[in-house]
């Protein structure tokens, strides 16, 4: 898939990629791989410090197949630059 939206960074570690294009955070996680706060913090941080205090949103392409603990989207409500999370599958 070509996209048309001009890539701001990518962050690419063995079990997570995310591609900033502005104001989106497209992430795909690795097949087989088991997700959680704990693993994927770091990461995560990583994009926020590239984000700064501008509005985003948090795209799942869930093009591979993996695991994640429903429980650890709560932490997500802390970040209020976050204005919307969607799922493509």
């Known amino acids: 898939m070509v996209s048309k939206f001009k890539t701001k ?6 079990d997570i990629t995310i591609r900033l294009h502005k ?3 497209i992430i795909e996680i690795a097949e087989g791989t ?8 770091q990461t995560f941080r990583r994009l926020l410090s ?4 501008k509005p985003w949103v948090y795209i799942s ?6 695991s994640l603990d429903p429980n650890d989207y709560k932490h ?4 209020s630059m976050l204005k919307g ?3 493509i599958q």
């Open 23 to 25: 104001s989106v955070a």
């Open 76 to 79: 997500l409500n802390e970040i």
């Open 50 to 53: 590239i984000i700064g205090d």
């Open 34 to 41: 088991s997700l959680s706060y704990k693993n994927g913090i």
């Open 9 to 14: 960074a990518i962050i690419k570690t063995n």
């Open 61 to 66: 392409n869930r093009v591979n197949s993996y």
């Open 85 to 87: 999370i969607g799922v």
